[in-house]
């Protein structure tokens, strides 16, 4: 099995490609779980319920029309399709792609660095993780 770096990574949001005004990101699944712990057992019984996740990209800061601000601040707010490539576009290649909620839009300004960026995620219903076509 070969590695594949992370330079590759391509992420879509709202049909936006932002990859070149990334430079981190976190594509998490998760679950949650219920208690069904009954009297008498020595240790919690856990049964998994429903999948939840989270997503987050961030950056080096680009002005004009098609920097982050532009394009991602406006989606603070709405539900909007996230396609994550971890291994980049290609027929064949993996993809996560799903509806998300957008929950935050950060900037940050170091005083002796590049201004910053990045946004938060909160993904809605089931995800898809269909290789490309």
């Not at 679950?31 to 712990?37: M, P, V, Y």
């Not at 009297?39 to 429903?50: H, M, N, S």
């Not at 939840?52 to 098609?66: E, L, N, Q, R, V």
């Not at 809605?124 to 290789?131: A, N």
Request: aromatic residues 6%; hydrophobic residues 30%.
């Amino acid at each position: 099995m070969a590695r594949k770096h992370s330079k590759l990574t391509v992420i879509i949001i709202d049909g936006n490609d932002v990859s070149t005004d990334c430079t981190d990101s976190n594509c998490e699944q998760s679950s949650g779980t219920e208690d069904n712990t009954t009297y008498g057992k020595r240790a919690v019984v856990k049964d998994p319920t429903l999948l939840d996740g989270a997503f987050a990209c961030s950056g080096k800061y680009a002005d004009g029309a098609t920097g982050p601000r532009a394009v991602l601040k406006p989606l603070v707010g709405t539900k909007v399709n996230v396609k994550y490539r971890p291994e980049g576009t290609g027929t064949g290649l993996p993809q996560d792609s799903f509806d998300a909620v957008v929950v935050k839009y950060t900037e940050t300004a170091p005083v002796a660095g590049y201004r910053l960026w990045a946004l938060e995620t909160e993904p809605s219903d089931e995800w898809d993780s269909e290789d490309q076509a």
